[in-house]
């Protein structure tokens, strides 16, 4: 579910922000974000291909297509 990993990725800035890290650890905080971010970038490209599709019916109605 996307928001809870938008809530995981800002808890990850704000330890990264507050506290005073060993490099190691900073590291993989920053490695965990990362991850974070591109699966978020995936969901919403999904939901925007999801939009697209049902904006886009062949008749001009409103219809919803599974991917």
Do not use: Y
Request: glycine share 2%.
């Amino acid at each position: 579910m996307i928001e809870k990993d938008i809530k995981s990725l800002d808890e990850l800035v704000k330890k990264m922000e507050s506290e005073e890290l060993p490099l190691e650890d900073a590291l993989e905080l920053f490695k965990q974000g990362i991850e974070l971010v591109k699966k978020c970038t995936t969901t919403l490209e999904k939901a925007e291909l999801r939009v697209k599709e049902i904006l886009e019916a062949k008749d001009g109605s409103l219809s919803e297509q599974d991917l």
